[in-house]
């Protein structure tokens, strides 16, 4: 059986699939020959998840066609922030992965800053740990154990933050002497948690 994804038309061998999961699950219901053959263009949000049940099938390129396979989700209608001058634009909600992604990759593969503030240098925070020095995770971590409190949250003033920075979902890695680096995550009332 032969399976086409993202075709209009073929040579007519073959049937045509909608998504990547249609097409293995017309393969799966053969039990001869099982190709899978991907057109030309852009796949974004790729999910191309092969099993043992799979074993054998042949995925390939259509004759003189470039697909290209991105697990990334395309982001466009990108427009500047009047108030900050930082371009902004929407992940789409069907990628289902909202505000929480690591990288920004442009279309011709460089890879982009995301909006930081401060530009350059850092933000002094209030929480004060008193739990004595670190003694090292062969000793128990701290000298005493650390608090709920302490392990949660982080005291920040509100005013050390410019008022266009909004209340939507903020990363912010802190840093501790003598801790790895953790980011905290404000809810949307503008309190801390923890985020791992």
């Known amino acids: ?9 073929h040579n007519g061998k073959g049937l045509c699939a909608e998504s990547f999961s249609d097409a293995l699950e017309l393969l799966r219901s053969s039990d001869g020959e099982r190709k899978l053959v991907i057109h030309g ?22 004759g003189g066609e470039r697909p290209v396979l991105l697990g990334a989700v395309l982001v466009s209608r990108w427009s500047v922030d009047e108030t900050t001058g930082w371009f902004t634009a929407d992940v789409p909600a069907e990628s289902g992965i909202g505000n929480d992604f690591r990288l920004l990759i442009r279309s011709d593969g460089k890879y982009l800053k995301k909006a930081r ?6 933000l002094e925070h209030e929480t004060e740990f008193t739990a004595g020095e670190w003694v090292g995770s062969h000793a128990g971590g701290w000298q005493r154990p650390l ?20 209340r939507r979902p903020q990363r912010f890695r802190c840093f501790t002497p003598g801790m790895s680096p953790t980011v905290k995550l404000p809810d949307r009332t503008g309190k801390t948690g923890h985020s791992g």
């Open 1 to 9: 059986m032969i399976v086409h994804v993202g075709c209009d038309a």
């Open 117 to 122: 503030y401060p530009l350059n240098g850092r």
């Open 147 to 166: 608090l709920d409190d302490e392990l949660n949250h982080l005291s920040i003033k509100r005013k050390i933050f410019p008022r266009t920075l909004t």
């Open 41 to 62: 263009g852009i796949y974004s949000a790729c999910r191309l998840h092969l099993t043992a049940e799979d074993s054998g099938t042949v995925v390939e390129a259509a």
